[in-house]
């Protein structure tokens, strides 16, 4: 079974600043890994996903994450904060071609951007 | 609008009565999969279809849900007997299946249900 865990359930970053999410997760197969963020009131939107390939992939709004098979890490990171980047944000891993793809997620990271 | 649409968007109501959401997904996508999102936590998988048939049940749907998905297209999430316990948004999402890429979950914007 996969499962991922999100350290630190608030993250206070200021504007302008690096934001930095941790994910580690645990899967028997090879994964499929993604980070979704949910604006309050909504539904989740894809930020950015990882399935083979290049190992660093880029999404919307300027994030981008690594995998790391060693260290079964896919961290989030953007340069920049925005305000409009305070939101929630989830890491998820699922098993791929192997089976339904069923998403398992973290308990999330509620970001606050301080001006 | 041809995202993934949710109904109702919230519903009240008192413990031990019946609730019933809706689903509608994107009209080609194959699969559909329902979520439990509670406060503080992340979505749990519940269930997911293959056009009409569904394949998997998490633990967590005990026998007081059910769901289905009448002629793959639309699906239904039914409550009996709600508890507190069960307050909590219901995440619907939608993909298509098939070939050697993976298929995006798209999700709806859930429905949240409060117990009272």
């Known amino acids: 079974a996969q499962s991922v865990t999100q350290l630190g359930s608030h993250v206070s970053v200021s504007e302008g600043a690096l934001v930095l999410l941790r994910c580690n997760y645990s899967?028997?197969?090879?994964?499929?890994l993604f980070w979704y963020v949910q604006y309050p009131n909504q539904g989740l939107q894809l930020l950015l996903k990882?399935?083979?390939?290049?190992?660093l992939v880029k999404g919307i709004n300027g994030f981008e994450a690594e995998f790391k098979k060693s260290e079964t890490s896919f961290h989030l990171t953007k340069p920049s904060a925005h305000m409009s980047d305070a939101a929630e944000y989830f890491c998820a891993v699922s098993d791929g071609l192997y089976g339904n793809n069923r998403l398992a997620f973290g308990k999330g990271n509620q970001v606050v951007v301080i001006p | 609008d041809t995202g993934v649409s949710q109904d109702p968007r919230h519903k009240i109501t008192k413990r031990g009565q019946n609730v019933t959401f809706r689903c509608d997904p994107i009209s080609e996508h194959n699969r559909l999969y329902w979520y439990r999102q509670t406060l503080g936590q992340g979505p749990e998988f519940l269930t997911y279809f293959q056009n009409e048939a569904q394949l998997e049940k998490s633990r967590l749907l005990s026998d007081r849900f059910s769901a289905e998905r009448p002629k793959g297209s639309f699906s239904t999430l039914e409550i009996q007997r709600t508890e507190q316990g069960d307050s909590a948004m219901y995440l619907c999402?939608?993909?298509?299946?098939?070939?050697?890429?993976?298929?995006?979950?798209?999700f709806g914007p859930g429905t949240r249900l409060t117990v009272l």
């Open positions: 990882y399935t083979t390939g290049a190992t």
């Open positions: 899967s028997s197969v090879p994964p499929y």
């Open positions: 999402a939608s993909s298509t299946i098939g070939g050697s890429s993976y298929n995006e979950q798209f």
